[in-house]
């Protein structure tokens, strides 16, 4: 079996945005609420707006998380999805709601 020069790329930019531990306690914080507004998160993180939204951007360019625009400020969501294709099982427990727990999650 061949693998694309792409997907591996995909992959790499992937696991490189989960290799950092403010983008992972992001990641937490997200799986807490249906969505959060970028000014919440900056009080939570307790970073600059500019860090977080570096991070933020990693995350989005991975396919993590997912933005909404309203107005002035910017929602952020997981992709549960993108989520739990990456992630083991027993790490995903750590990122998903409870609620969004499947079969293949049922140890959590």
């Given at each position: 079996?061949?693998?694309?020069?792409?997907?591996?790329?995909?992959?790499?930019?992937?696991?490189?945005?989960?290799?950092?531990?403010?983008?992972?306690?992001?990641?937490?914080?997200?799986c807490q609420?249906?969505?959060?507004?970028?000014?919440?998160?900056?009080?939570?993180?307790?970073?600059?707006?500019?860090?977080?939204?570096?991070?933020?951007?990693?995350?989005?360019?991975?396919?993590?998380?997912?933005?909404?625009?309203?107005?002035?400020?910017?929602?952020?969501?997981?992709?549960?999805?993108?989520?739990?294709?990456v992630l083991?099982?027993e790490l995903?427990?750590?990122?998903?709601?409870?609620?969004?727990?499947?079969?293949?999650?049922?140890?959590?």
């Amino acid at each position: 079996m061949t693998i694309d020069a792409t997907f591996l790329a995909s992959y790499e930019a992937k696991f490189k945005a989960l290799a950092d531990q403010k983008r992972l306690l992001i990641i937490n914080e997200l799986c807490q609420y249906e969505e959060v507004c970028v000014c919440d998160l900056v009080e939570k993180m307790d970073i600059p707006q500019s860090k977080l939204s570096y991070h933020l951007k990693i995350l989005l360019d991975a396919g993590f998380i997912l933005k909404e625009t309203r107005g002035t400020w910017s929602y952020y969501r997981l992709n549960e999805g993108e989520i739990n294709k990456v992630l083991s099982p027993e790490l995903c427990c750590m990122f998903t709601k409870p609620s969004s727990t499947t079969s293949s999650q049922s140890k959590c």
